[in-house]
């Protein structure tokens, strides 16, 4: 008889991908976590007691990125039940230990700045200059003590858990299985007839996509008529509003700033215009945009202290080094070729599926107590 599992995860697009990953599976309910207000996988609103009724029920609890909401659910249950933790990296990151382990220095230089005139900011360069003394404090004390109850961890690339491992106490197993991506969900159409030139840049409004030290990077080529894609649609938004400015100051008229979420059909038509995608990012992030590089045929550039870097080099993906950026510098048809087959063979639907029927027979054998 199948486990009664119960899903919880933010308010995100994964979720439909997470639906895939499920599959034919019985007993499974996907809940989205939005603070205090909770939904179906279709949006609809779900009360406190019916969520708990569904928690009460369930042998296992998969928390999808694990913050403070969803990690309350977890620290009070009524009884012990199995916990698979889906880390998706910054609930992994935000802990106190890493502080600012990811960030290169003149985007260092820019956060401690840009706290000096914010106070939300100065309040979290205080809590990070507080290191390991702030995981005693909200909210990293909720979700560190969920992360202590879970039985299974699974990581978007293995180096996620061997730094969480170097730096916490853990008990929990490793089980890999990434399913963060939106290639098969709704698979885009590529152009190969259409001439492709542009360049993209970073995710998100962060501090580790170290957009400074990239945007300095593109600033020494004629970039002529290409056009360098920069998303800021979530994050910080002083951070957004500087990066805005510096990359108009850099790259001028070629700076396109993404500050307001697209369609993703509008979002896939930018990607397919871009003959390369730079991603910064020392630690693992951005996967769903760097699987997207490989379905478009992209040339990948990553920082290689990421360990995304070391863990699609593994499986045979080629990937170039940002430090070696060059606009001209393209991958050859084969190179790009045999990285949509890998992303096929390691990302696609059948693989998945499998890797989470095998994660589905491990977690039976767990005793919750």
């Given at each position: 008889?199948?486990?009664?599992?119960?899903?919880?995860?933010?308010?995100?697009?994964?979720?439909?991908?997470?639906?895939?990953?499920?599959?034919?599976?019985?007993?499974?309910?996907?809940?989205?976590?939005?603070?205090?207000?909770?939904?179906?996988?279709?949006?609809?609103?779900?009360?406190?007691?019916?969520?708990?009724?569904?928690?009460?029920?369930?042998?296992?609890?998969?928390?999808?990125?694990?913050n403070e909401h969803i990690a309350?659910?977890?620290?009070?249950?009524?009884?012990?039940?199995?916990?698979?933790?889906?880390?998706?990296?910054?609930?992994l990151y935000d802990l106190g230990?890493?502080?600012?382990?990811?960030?290169?220095?003149?985007?260092?230089?820019?956060?401690?700045k840009t706290g000096l005139t914010?106070?939300?900011?100065?309040?979290?360069?205080?809590?990070?200059?507080?290191?390991?003394?702030?995981?005693?404090?909200?909210?990293?004390?909720?979700?560190?003590?969920?992360?202590?109850?879970?039985?299974?961890?699974?990581?978007?690339?293995?180096?996620?858990?061997?730094?969480?491992?170097?730096?916490?106490?853990?008990?929990?197993?490793?089980?890999?299985?990434?399913?963060?991506?939106?290639?098969?969900?709704?698979?885009?159409?590529?152009?190969?007839?259409?001439?492709?030139?542009?360049?993209?840049?970073?995710?998100?409004?962060?501090?580790?996509?170290?957009?400074?030290?990239?945007?300095?990077?593109?600033?020494?080529?004629?970039?002529?008529?290409?056009?360098?894609?920069?998303?800021?649609?979530?994050?910080?938004?002083?951070?957004?509003?500087?990066?805005?400015?510096?990359?108009?100051?850099?790259?001028?008229?070629?700076?396109?700033?993404?500050?307001?979420?697209?369609?993703?059909?509008?979002?896939?038509?930018?990607?397919?215009?871009?003959?390369?995608?730079?991603?910064?990012?020392?630690?693992?992030?951005?996967?769903?945009?760097?699987?997207?590089?490989?379905?478009?045929?992209?040339?990948?550039?990553?920082?290689?202290?990421?360990?995304?870097?070391?863990?699609?080099?593994?499986?045979?993906?080629?990937?170039?080094?940002?430090?070696?950026?060059?606009?001209?510098?393209?991958?050859?048809?084969?190179?790009?070729?045999?990285?949509?087959?890998?992303?096929?063979?390691?990302?696609?639907?059948?693989?998945?599926?499998?890797?989470?029927?095998?994660?589905?027979?491990?977690?039976?054998?767990?005793?919750?107590?």
């Amino acid at each position: 008889m199948p486990q009664k599992c119960v899903h919880l995860i933010i308010d995100s697009y994964v979720r439909f991908s997470l639906q895939n990953l499920i599959g034919s599976n019985t007993g499974h309910k996907i809940f989205i976590v939005k603070e205090k207000q909770y939904y179906d996988i279709q949006k609809n609103e779900v009360s406190d007691e019916i969520l708990w009724k569904h928690i009460n029920e369930a042998e296992v609890i998969f928390a999808h990125f694990l913050n403070e909401h969803i990690a309350s659910f977890i620290n009070n249950l009524d009884e012990p039940k199995k916990i698979v933790w889906f880390c998706w990296g910054q609930d992994l990151y935000d802990l106190g230990r890493f502080r600012n382990d990811f960030l290169l220095q003149k985007t260092r230089k820019a956060y401690y700045k840009t706290g000096l005139t914010n106070l939300n900011q100065l309040k979290n360069i205080l809590q990070k200059a507080l290191g390991r003394f702030n995981d005693f404090l909200p909210p990293n004390r909720s979700v560190l003590k969920a992360i202590q109850k879970a039985h299974v961890i699974v990581p978007v690339v293995q180096g996620d858990y061997d730094n969480l491992k170097a730096k916490y106490p853990i008990d929990a197993e490793v089980f890999n299985v990434n399913y963060v991506n939106n290639v098969f969900f709704k698979q885009p159409e590529v152009d190969s007839t259409q001439p492709r030139k542009n360049i993209l840049v970073g995710n998100s409004a962060s501090f580790t996509n170290n957009h400074i030290e990239a945007i300095d990077l593109l600033s020494n080529f004629s970039l002529n008529d290409l056009s360098v894609y920069i998303p800021l649609t979530y994050g910080k938004e002083k951070y957004a509003q500087l990066i805005k400015e510096y990359a108009f100051k850099k790259l001028h008229d070629q700076a396109q700033i993404i500050e307001n979420r697209l369609p993703l059909d509008d979002y896939m038509s930018i990607f397919s215009n871009c003959r390369s995608v730079i991603m910064n990012h020392c630690r693992q992030q951005a996967m769903g945009n760097i699987l997207l590089a490989f379905w478009f045929e992209t040339t990948l550039f990553l920082n290689p202290k990421a360990d995304h870097y070391k863990d699609l080099s593994q499986k045979g993906f080629k990937i170039l080094n940002v430090s070696d950026f060059n606009p001209e510098l393209e991958l050859s048809n084969q190179e790009k070729k045999q990285n949509k087959d890998l992303l096929i063979k390691w990302f696609g639907p059948n693989y998945l599926q499998s890797q989470f029927n095998k994660l589905l027979q491990k977690i039976k054998d767990i005793d919750p107590n």
